[in-house]
């Protein structure tokens, strides 16, 4: 069973817009999240993360919103631009920090940015 | 500086067949993590070296699975007796703080 959920497997944007990449999550004692991009033939490099303590990480054009209650988390890209185009993983853990913990990853978004 | 580097980055192999795979992680991380990636999945954790503490082995999947970290630094995944459902990317992570970096990846495909 599941515990990190993408249940959309692509999403296509036009450039300029805001992408908006969603993310479930099952298990309540995770407390720290993170979104991965990955492009092809290439390993996941880190995003963004936020911990549980908070509700909103932001840098430059990305945004990680946390709702606790709801066990969901999102990822907001604006404005979108082209070389964005990549498959996004949800990554979640149980204790903070990654090297305290095993990271549980979702299945992938893959974000298409149409110039 | 270098990042994560792995080896060979494709591998074609026979089913029966042992194979090794290799993971040079950045220099002075202390965490290493193996994982990989099978068509359509999620990234799958199979293994975690911190510092000399005893690896966490919860994720492999089967005794054919087993992992080596040497000197604290370079790692070895091996895969005894090779099966199809053990195709897949392999990725490797070492870890500064609370983020991990990655390697390319082996592509390892048994026919």
């Not at chain 2, 494709?10 to 089913?15: C, I």
């Amino acid at each position: 069973d599941q515990q990190v959920k993408q249940n959309s497997p692509s999403l296509s944007v036009q450039e300029g817009r805001i992408s908006i990449l969603n993310c479930d999550y099952t298990n309540s004692m995770f407390d720290y999240f993170l979104w991965y991009k990955k492009y092809p033939a290439e390993g996941p490099t880190f995003l963004i993360s936020i911990s549980s303590i908070k509700d909103k990480n932001e840098d430059g054009r990305f945004t990680v919103f946390l709702n606790k209650s709801a066990k969901h988390l999102s990822l907001h890209i604006v404005p979108s631009q082209p070389g964005d185009s990549a498959v996004y993983f949800c990554a979640a853990s149980g204790r903070y920090g990654g090297s305290q913990g095993n990271l549980i990853f979702g299945k992938g978004t893959k974000l298409s940015v149409k110039p | 500086g270098a990042g994560v580097s792995q080896s060979p980055s494709n591998k074609v192999t026979e089913k029966g067949k042992d194979v090794e795979l290799r993971c040079d992680p950045i220099s002075g991380h202390t965490a290493l993590y193996w994982y990989r990636q099978s068509l359509g999945q999620g990234l799958e954790f199979l293994i975690y070296f911190q510092g000399n503490s005893a690896p966490d082995k919860s994720g492999l999947p089967s005794d054919r699975f087993s992992a080596e970290r040497t000197g604290g630094s370079v790692s070895t995944l091996t895969i005894q007796r090779t099966q199809q459902e053990d195709s897949a990317v392999y990725l490797c992570a070492s870890t500064q703080r609370d983020e991990q970096y990655f390697g390319p990846g082996t592509r390892l495909t048994v026919t």
